[in-house]
């Protein structure tokens, strides 16, 4: 079976500093793709960045990117100059092209500290 | 403007009473789903389509239905609400390509005494 493992429930970060979530997921495919999600309190998900599992380099989107691990199955996301608004939920998701299912994990809830 | 609409936002509502949900999305969008959210347990996908007339289950389809009949919409149906349903909904879509951005709604309160 296929799983997305969040194990950080809860993170904080002091505003401009840099903070790491962390995503390992367990699958038997080659082909997939993995996704990070924000949630903020206004519960509207959102696609924060996403990584193809054939390309080696690591996904960036401003002041976010990933380090993703193929053979360790990790994949975790780094938020650089956080800042307030980057308070929510982040959710890991898994997703391969052969089932169209997405899995997503139990989310980690960032809070940004002025 | 490019949405996904959920109604209603907010039921509560006693076990038994049949009720939908209803998703509607004006991109054009091939691919739709359903996701449940629970304290602890994230997001799981209930059911999700393809096109029209195409559906399959997701992670926990038990005790919902859906249906696909045009492409824009995609109601949750639950035929005989429980408790254990309680939970917050989003419906999604996306075009036709697993690495394509999902747009979700604004989410479904829903609430089964």
């Known amino acids: 079976a296929q799983t997305v493992t969040q194990s950080q429930p809860e993170m904080s970060v002091q505003e401009a500093e840099t903070v790491t979530l962390s995503c390992t997921y367990d699958?038997?495919?080659?082909?997939?793709?993995l996704f990070w999600y924000k949630q903020p309190p206004s519960r509207q998900m959102i696609l924060v960045i996403r990584?193809?599992?054939?390309?080696?380099q690591n996904a960036t989107e401003n002041r976010f990117s990933v380090n993703f691990q193929k053979a360790a199955k990790s994949f975790s996301l780094k938020i650089s100059d956080s800042q307030l608004g980057d308070t929510a939920m982040y959710f890991c998701?898994?997703?391969?092209?052969?089932?169209?299912?997405?899995?997503f994990g139990t989310g980690t809830r960032l809070k940004v500290l002025a | 403007e490019a949405q996904v609409t959920q109604n209603p936002r907010y039921l509560i509502t006693v076990t038994g009473k049949k009720l939908t949900v209803t998703c509607s999305q004006n991109?054009?969008?091939?691919?739709m789903s359903w996701y449940r959210q629970d304290p602890g347990l994230g997001l799981r996908q209930i059911y999700y389509?393809?096109?029209?007339?195409?559906?399959d289950k997701g992670d926990v389809p038990e005790g919902y239905k859906v249906s696909r009949k045009e492409k824009r919409n995609f109601p949750l149906i639950l035929e005989s609400p429980s408790p254990n349903q309680t939970s917050l909904y989003f419906c999604?879509?996306?075009?036709?390509?697993?690495?394509?951005?999902?747009?979700f709604g604004p989410g479904t309160r829903l609430t089964v005494l």
């Open positions: 999604a879509s996306s075009k036709l390509r697993v690495q394509d951005t999902q747009y």
């Open positions: 699958t038997s495919e080659s082909n997939y793709y």
């Open positions: 990584q193809e599992a054939y390309k080696q």
């Open positions: 998701a898994f997703s391969t092209s052969g089932t169209y299912k997405y899995i």
């Open positions: 991109m054009n969008h091939e691919y």
């Open positions: 389509s393809m096109n029209v007339e195409v559906t």
